[in-house]
């Protein structure tokens, strides 16, 4: 810690319309350890707005506004004709490398998602501005989705930012100024779980079925691996059926009850079980 032999405390009397002032000789810092009744008059009761810095303890700098977001209208889809205006707040803001080894700066402001622009390579910020992520169409902006409008988080992986919005689990790719924001559920990249391997057909025999894998909530589908339909009779593999009836971990799709067709089944291998 750093000491600070006096000071000078300046105090406003706001009914008396007058200041006064004191020094404060061999000052000890702040006292958070005793009672602000029994705290010595060398020290202070709270400290707000002071930083150590160059080994002395002085007065936090205050901000600078370098850039100020203003509300725009969005809609979602060029064919939507209701018309939302973005709110101006500033929700969070992220440094993330994307698949191109680039540096990118997002802003969470209001429901939509910014580029914040103009950060020069030494982190300078004379030329900073802000580009909505959408696409102008009629001078209209249209956006890939929307966030809640208050604060988020988000984490990186794979140089993927993945934006926690409330209202939506969004995944954000950027390679070579191309950017894609989708939402991670249900998506064409979300990882379908194999929960269970081994499914033997009904009235087998043996029965290998294990479960594998633990459902995805961000997912609606999921993996089921069967076992061929034959089995072992006194060393001579036999087919006990040519329509193999098995039994899956669970119930079809509602959306695909009504057509069959829409089910995908990967047949990868078939094998005799021999001794």
Known sequence: MAFIDKFKITLANSELNSRRSFNVQQFFGVDYTEAQSQIASNHATEIRNIIYKDKV???????????????IPYKLSATDTEEKI?????????????EDEKEYVIAHIGSLLFFVK?????????????????????SKYIVPGELENY?????????????????KFYVLRINNGDYSLKAVENDENTYIPTTTIGITYK???????KLLDDVNLLSKYRKNKLVSG???????????TQFWDYELDTSILEEFKTDLNNIKITISSLRKVEN
């Open 57 to 71: 303890n002085q007065k936090r700098t205050g901000f600078e506004e370098l850039i100020k977001a203003t509300n």
């Open 86 to 98: 973005n709110q101006s707040n500033i929700n969070a803001v992220w440094s993330f490398v994307g």
């Open 118 to 138: 103009g950060i020069g390579e030494d982190k300078s910020f004379l030329e900073m501005r802000l580009e909505p992520m959408a696409e102008v169409i009629d």
């Open 151 to 167: 604060k988020s988080t988000a984490f990186v992986g794979l140089h993927r930012l993945y934006i926690l919005g409330g209202n």
């Open 203 to 209: 009235d087998s025999l043996v029965s290998s079925q």
């Open 230 to 240: 034959t089995y072992v009779d006194d060393g001579i593999s036999v087919r006990t």
